[in-house]
């Protein structure tokens, strides 16, 4: 069974700039949710998609934003960036029932100069 | 205060001791725990996953919950370089969404 899968896996952006990175879910996995990770603050929850539907969502700024299609694909957009948006972006998948079992993915890793 | 406190370490072992990690978190909604390790410029593997408080056990690896205390931990026995990693302790309230909370995680090094 395939795992879950972002692209891009690396990208460097320019501030002021916006970036959209998509992620797959496990097959079968109606769930997904995005993560930002940073040496200063570690793992932190920006939203959580299920049904194409946004069902939660941390304490990030609106320039954060995602979607999840019909086939439970999933994409986040940051517009204009900023220097502190650099980060691994982490999108992790599961059934979609509390409880659940969260996979990762690679992550994306995005350098903003 | 975070909702979530893990030791950042690092911590280095020799090879085959016991390695204690730990966490501790003020929130007593969170019912589910989970270990996860990272290696370097990869994303989190999950290691353990657990409901109740008491032990679980997987291979090398101990899972342990006592939510009276608000405390879990983590033994890793006869810890392999391989093990050198960081490990991050995460855990969520029981509704339907798959939030995690996680802890800054601690840094992991084996020595041979």
């Known amino acids: 069974k395939a795992g879950v899968t972002q692209t891009p896996r690396y990208l460097i952006k320019t501030r002021g700039q916006q970036v959209t990175l998509s992620c797959s879910p496990i097959?079968?996995?109606?769930?997904v949710s995005w993560y930002q990770q940073t040496p200063g603050q570690g793992l932190q929850f920006l939203f959580e998609?299920?049904?194409?539907?946004?069902?939660n969502k941390g304490n990030f700024p609106g320039r954060f934003s995602g979607r999840q299609f019909s086939n439970s694909r999933s994409e986040m957009n940051v517009s204009t960036l900023e220097l502190g948006d650099s980060a691994l972006y982490l999108c992790?998948?599961?059934?979609?029932?509390?409880?659940?079992?969260?996979?990762f993915g690679e992550g994306s890793w995005l350098t903003v100069v | 205060q975070k909702e979530v406190e893990q030791d950042p370490g690092p911590l280095s072992v020799p090879e085959g001791a016991i390695v204690s990690l730990n966490c501790t978190y003020s929130?007593?909604?969170?019912?589910?725990f989970m270990w996860y390790r990272q290696y370097s410029r990869k994303g989190p593997e999950l290691l353990m996953y657990?409901?109740?408080?008491g032990n679980k056990e997987d291979g090398r690896f101990t899972a342990q919950v006592d939510k009276s205390s608000k405390y879990i931990s983590l033994f890793i026995r006869d810890s392999q370089p391989s093990d050198s990693a960081t490990y991050l302790c995460?855990?969520?309230?029981?509704?339907?969404?798959?939030?995690?909370?996680f802890g800054t995680g601690t840094r992991l090094t084996v020595i041979p």
């Open positions: 992790a998948s599961s059934p979609g029932q509390g409880g659940d079992t969260i996979y």
């Open positions: 097959s079968g996995h109606r769930s």
């Open positions: 998609y299920f049904s194409e539907t946004q069902r």
């Open positions: 929130n007593s909604a969170f019912q589910y």
């Open positions: 657990t409901y109740s408080s």
């Open positions: 995460a855990m969520s309230v029981q509704t339907g969404a798959n939030n995690l909370f």
